[in-house]
């Protein structure tokens, strides 16, 4: 065959046809299944959305499962896929810009912001514009082009840009609510409980200068120095604990109360 693969090859049985034209030997991640698309999809179309943001890294609600379909944009105007297992949306191509990642065709990061915000709910969609909007390393998963990506100034400039389109709106929303700086999606979810409990929003990594040595708790409220710290599962490393129990203490001989939060405490505000 043209490709220099056999037509016995083709029919082998450990090999599987997730689209027409297409043979692979696993469909079991997300990866197997975008790749297998990529090879068959049409020049003019790219991953978008969902699919897009796990090519990214974003922080998103939900685990890929087999049977999630992959999120295809196409300009408007341009002709649709009708491939078993995707779903296709149209976008302004002259607004929103395609990209390659991994040898994949998508959406831009900012532009997969917008097309997600067609499909969650605020507060996710607020984790996504604050890693959009971080310069942290604490993101694993985060495969962004560079940290930060955005700036809040110019996420604003965006959407403006985009205003009228099908997801502008909430975007604008969550990126008000979105701040530059946070270190990890638990650490907006922290955030965000606090505030919609009520409470004055804390300020994002607040700067306490304990016998010259400058800390910075997750969040806090200087004013009245009080430290919320957010402990992840990295925090239980032997050296990370080391370093938080020492910052513990500054933080309260300087006469900071320090509260910590844990995945535990937020399922139960939640």
Not at 39 to 65: C, D, K, N, Q, Y
């Amino acid at each position: 065959m043209r490709a220099g693969v056999t037509r016995a090859r083709v029919r082998s049985g450990d090999l599987v046809a997730p689209f027409r034209g297409v043979r692979t030997t696993s469909v079991e991640r997300f990866d197997d299944v975008a790749a297998a698309y990529g090879a068959w999809m049409p020049a003019h179309h790219g991953l978008a959305g969902i699919s897009a943001g796990r090519v990214w890294g974003f922080p998103l609600p939900t685990e890929w499962s087999p049977e999630e379909p992959l999120v295809i944009a196409r300009p408007h105007g341009s002709t649709r896929g009708r491939a078993r297992g995707t779903r296709h949306i149209s976008v302004d191509a002259s607004k929103l810009d395609f990209t390659e990642h991994r040898g994949l065709r998508v959406l831009a990061p900012v532009a997969t912001a917008l097309t997600l915000a067609r499909e969650l709910g605020h507060e996710h969609l607020v984790h996504v514009v604050d890693a959009l909007l971080t310069g942290s390393k604490r993101y694993p998963d985060l495969e962004l082009p560079r940290r930060p990506h955005a700036t809040p100034a110019r996420l604003a400039d965006f959407v403006e840009r985009c205003a009228g389109l099908q997801g502008a709106a909430s975007l604008r929303a969550a990126t008000a609510n979105a701040r530059a700086g946070v270190d990890s999606r638990f650490e907006t979810i922290t955030r965000r409980c606090i505030v919609l409990a009520g409470l004055p929003e804390p300020v994002v990594h607040p700067l306490v200068v304990v016998d010259g040595s400058h800390l910075h708790p997750d969040l806090g409220y200087p004013e009245r120095k009080v430290a919320v710290e957010y402990e992840g599962e990295g925090h239980l490393d032997p050296k990370r604990w080391a370093e938080d129990i020492l910052r513990y203490e500054l933080l309260e001989a300087a006469g900071w109360i320090v509260v910590r939060i844990t995945k535990a405490d937020l399922a139960r505000g939640g």
